[in-house]
């Protein structure tokens, strides 16, 4: 059907046997080799590499491209994002909506999680991949209550077995004990709100939530929340967590944490004051870095738009060079030395120094023997390729593995979990002043003399 | 397997009566209208209204933003691409490399062409949707070429027939007569490069075209394409076009204009000073901007990332709310006027002056009668809700269809060429002052007087 198609659209006199030749196309003499997946990987490295027919290479190029760009891009974004919340903190992606339609979404949830984050709310990413999926209840489920009269199910047994108790009563007593020790007016807490959360809390005793802000946080989805879970900590259930989604969440996560606190002393329920706090709406570096600044109180942070969108980048650009032809190495030549291709079939080698940081990527011809540890290498620094330094790694890494040989896999493909760890750790192992995300230090890659005499040949044959 | 994932992630505790519900969920109670694909429509005004049993239209919420979210911004943006091209130049989509992932380019092939782009880059699209393909010779082709001997297929018929002719020594000819008359050394012109041109000619005689900068684009790319161009014009052929893809576009387009012209009167060529001029490379709203303040000779224009992935907004925060319960409408209090909800289910018109132009977009609640044409209207516009303004419509046009009702589709949809042709009509009709990229005048949305009533009792309600 696919060639059908492409004799559509192609010229009336295209030959028959261009037809059958594309009929009987194959990755039979296709040869790929990249960095693990999940590698930090530097500007001018290649990380890829496609041996084959010149014809059949030239057709992965925009699928290839399609397939790595925007999954290194959103990983990488998603790597600032836990690089910036610390370890401790709790990450979900929630871009579902706003990603480029259900597969940019799909992709946006799988590169994230590679990236550093810990949940997703895309159900069906969750499914498809294994990413542990949460969630929390959705304001349209609040608002869809207006008194404790429409709660149907309104009994429910301790958790320690007995007589079924009527919550919703349990919890409007509680209410009026909370609103006096937070000396807020009991009929400022929004009956609609207690009730939805009465409901839920019927269904999932043992994972009660709650949303609280549809109204408002202090005197209504806060004195709601705590009647609830108190209620529930009568019966032996402890609530789970509280989310914010509007308004400022530094802030208010503290507010939240001291009446927690307050509520857990005074009602002698230790657990209370350790109630995690998530937070969402429209989340950016920024929010984060306001986070740690003010001193916030947040365990979770959903993050959506920010996050698949890449908006501080909203495109990675990658390319597809050909850098060599029929065993010759060749060159597309241009003004801009930063747009030059590194001609050859290259091996790639990352060097580490003493304290067990990377410090340079290394570009040398296939044929070259690898470098040694330990001892003094020649290289030539892009940007400043005129001069010749010497390096001494303390380790050599050939970067590449073989993944696809003449059309056979021939390395089993990490799972998800493993290529997640991988990335962490390639992160990890980051000189500080490489990993920081604001003026990073510039992280060196060079190419070996021979293949820096190989390019002066080159740039000059074709000047 | 959707049911047993999901036990597999719900809380132990969760009643197997859910589960067993959950197999049973249809959208057989579900009604949707929405306003015809490819319409114009503004914020705040409701483009689609979902009845049906509250747990089924909350399970929709993030199906439908996902769809609608980035279909829509990108078709937006498409459409702001084409404003300001004009009607005449013709626009290629190429993200496919930068988007999200195959299905997100799909997604933004389709949607740009909706939004009024012409072609799309994506073979893929083409053969899933009809989008027409179109595609240049690509760098590397140019590049694996380093001398004349390379090209092995070397005779070309004349088109109405005869002895096959040498077509590399053809266009080696005429490039010596080219050069001569543009006063550029011969020497200069890359040989792999007319290589790469012949070798294309040969095969594509009839749609020979040129990508002009891989090499000088003064020296090399245009004095090749033209020997070439020239000597398949000998044999009976026209080429078809050129491509810039670097440096400054429209300075070029003009010089390779000029010289085509020139070289169409000197070799008595007269449509070769019409070969269209296609550019790519990074095309923004900017750069077009930039091409017709420069008086550019463009005719095509390819534009990837700053189309697919929307650099200027990428996202759009469309909403799905509930505002409606059991025959009351419903309201999400918010301090931001912005923000806040219009309660109800509604009818929404559009009212057209008697220029044609729509000048309002009223909102009304279902059961109230529909405004007259030519008649007075009280409406209360959005943003200034406290003073009432009158209206007299020359038109009203009822803005939704019911596309699906009781769970069956009850409106046939319409084709893709259609809604592009709705999408181009209906941004046609806008006021150009609405219309305009540049500090547009805003569009006024308003609510009918009852409308505002309901809405004002409503929010008295709830504080």
Redesign the interface.
Same mark, same amino acid.
């Given at each position: 059907?696919?060639v059908a198609?492409?004799r559509s659209?192609l010229?009336s006199?295209?030959e028959d046997a261009f037809f059958d030749y594309l009929a009987t196309l194959d990755t039979s003499e296709v040869t790929v080799s990249a960095v693990p997946e999940g590698s930090v990987v530097f500007a001018r490295v290649p990380f890829l590499q496609v041996k084959g027919p010149?014809l059949v290479v030239?057709l992965l190029?925009?699928?290839l491209?399609?397939?790595v760009?925007?999954?290194s891009l959103?990983a990488t974004n998603a790597a600032r994002f836990r690089l910036l919340a610390g370890p401790d903190v709790k990450l979900v992606e929630m871009g579902?909506?706003?990603?480029?339609?259900?597969?940019? &979404?799909?992709? &946006?949830s799988k590169y994230s999680y590679i990236g550093g984050f810990d949940y997703t709310s895309n159900?069906l990413a969750?499914?498809l991949y294994g990413i542990p999926?949460r969630g929390t209840i959705?304001?349209?489920?609040i608002?869809?209550f207006?008194s404790l009269e429409e709660v149907q199910l309104r009994k429910l047994p301790p958790l320690a077995g007995g007589e079924p108790v009527d919550l919703p009563a349990l919890a409007e007593s509680w209410l009026q004990r909370v609103c006096e020790l937070l000396q807020t007016p009991p009929e400022k807490a929004?009956r609609g709100e207690l009730a939805a959360f009465t409901s839920y809390a019927i269904a999932?005793?043992?994972?009660f939530q709650g949303l609280l802000d549809?109204?408002c946080v202090r005197r209504s989805g806060l004195p709601n929340f705590c009647a609830v879970a108190l209620a529930l900590h009568q019966l032996g259930y402890q609530a789970i967590g509280v989310r914010l989604d509007?308004g400022d969440l530094a802030q208010q996560s503290k507010e939240v944490r001291r009446v927690l606190r307050a509520c857990g002393a005074h009602f002698q329920v230790p657990w209370f004051e350790t109630i995690p706090i998530a937070v969402s709406n429209d989340i950016s570096e920024q929010s984060l870095e306001e986070f740690s600044r003010e001193g916030s109180e947040i365990d979770m942070i959903g993050v959506g738009?920010n996050l698949?969108?890449?908006?501080l980048q909203?495109?990675?650009?990658?390319i597809y060079?050909?850098v060599e032809?029929n065993g010759?190495p060749?060159?597309?030549?241009?003004e801009d030395e930063e747009k030059m291709t590194i001609p050859g079939s290259k091996t790639i080698y990352r060097l580490y120094d003493a304290a067990g940081h990377p410090f340079m990527d290394l570009m040398a011809l296939e044929e070259e023997p690898s470098p040694s540890a330990g001892q003094e290498l020649v290289v030539h620094v892009l940007g400043r390729l005129g001069e010749a330094s010497k390096v001494v790694p303390t380790t050599v890494e050939p970067l590449h593995r073989t993944y696809f040989r003449d059309g056979q896999m021939c390395e089993p493909l990490p799972g998800l979990p493993e290529v997640k760890s991988h990335a962490q750790a390639s992160l990890s192992l980051l000189n500080p002043a490489h990993r920081r995300l604001h003026e990073p230090q510039p992280y060196p890659v060079a190419v070996s003399e021979r293949l820096h005499r190989l390019l002066a040949e080159l740039r000059q044959a074709?000047q």
């Open positions: 059907a696919d198609y492409l659209i010229p006199t295209t010149l030239q190029e925009s699928t491209l399609c397939l760009n925007y999954a959103v579902l909506r706003r990603a480029q339609g259900p597969d940019g &979404a799909l992709s &946006a159900v969750g499914k999926v959705a304001h349209s489920f608002v869809s207006t929004n999932f005793p043992r994972n549809t109204y509007s738009t698949v969108t890449c908006p909203p495109s990675l650009g990658c060079k050909l032809v010759s060749c060159l597309k030549l241009t074709s």
